[in-house]
C-alpha cells in the first residue's frame, strides 16, 4: 500500500494504475505539483506522430480541443485516485459535465500542455474541477467540469 499524502509526481507507471486509460487515448505523460485533495498539473507532450494529426488536420496539425478537456479530465483522476487510494483498484472515470469551455489559443506539435487542474467539490464519488491547460505560460484551454468514480467491486 502506498502513502498517496507523500505522492507528488506521478510517472506513467503509476498514472495507469490509477486510471483506465491506454494509447492511443492516454493523453497525459506525467503529473506534477500533487497536492492531495486539492490541486496538480499534468505534463502533455504533444508529437506530430499522434494518430489525430492524420486528420485534423492535414497540412495544418492542431490539436483537438476536445481531447485538451480530456487531458484535463485525466489530469483530475490521477488526483481523485491518490485523493481516495484508488491506485490498482480498477476505478473508472466517467463525465458528467463540461462547462465554460473557452479555447483561447492554438495547441499544434512541439507545444507542451501544461493542464493545471483544481479540485472545487469532492470527498465522495462526484468531484468539480477547474482546469486550464497553458503552453509556455499562455493560457490555451480553460473549463469547469465533474466527473464520477466508480470502483469496481472485487
Not at 510517472?11 to 492516454?26: A, G, K, N, V, W
Not at 497525459?28 to 486539492?38: A, F, S
Amino acid at each position: 500500500m502506498m502513502d498517496a499524502t507523500a505522492v507528488t509526481t506521478a510517472d506513467l507507471d503509476l498514472i495507469q494504475r490509477i486510471i483506465p486509460h491506454r494509447y492511443p487515448f492516454l493523453l497525459i505523460d506525467k503529473v506534477r505539483d500533487i497536492v492531495v485533495n486539492e490541486s496538480c498539473v499534468g505534463i502533455k507532450c504533444i508529437t506530430l506522430n499522434e494518430p489525430q494529426f492524420q486528420g485534423h488536420f492535414p497540412g495544418m496539425p492542431i490539436f483537438p480541443g476536445v481531447m485538451i478537456i480530456e487531458a484535463m479530465a485525466q489530469t483530475s483522476g490521477v488526483l481523485v485516485g491518490l485523493s481516495m487510494d484508488l491506485v490498482d483498484k480498477n476505478a473508472k472515470v466517467f463525465f458528467m459535465g463540461v462547462d465554460g469551455v473557452k479555447f483561447r489559443r492554438k495547441v499544434v506539435p512541439g507545444d507542451v500542455l501544461e493542464l493545471h487542474v483544481k479540485a472545487l467539490r469532492g470527498g465522495g464519488r462526484v468531484w468539480k474541477f477547474e482546469g486550464k491547460a497553458y503552453v509556455e505560460g499562455d493560457l490555451a484551454c480553460e473549463a469547469t467540469f465533474m466527473a464520477m468514480f466508480d470502483v469496481a467491486k472485487a
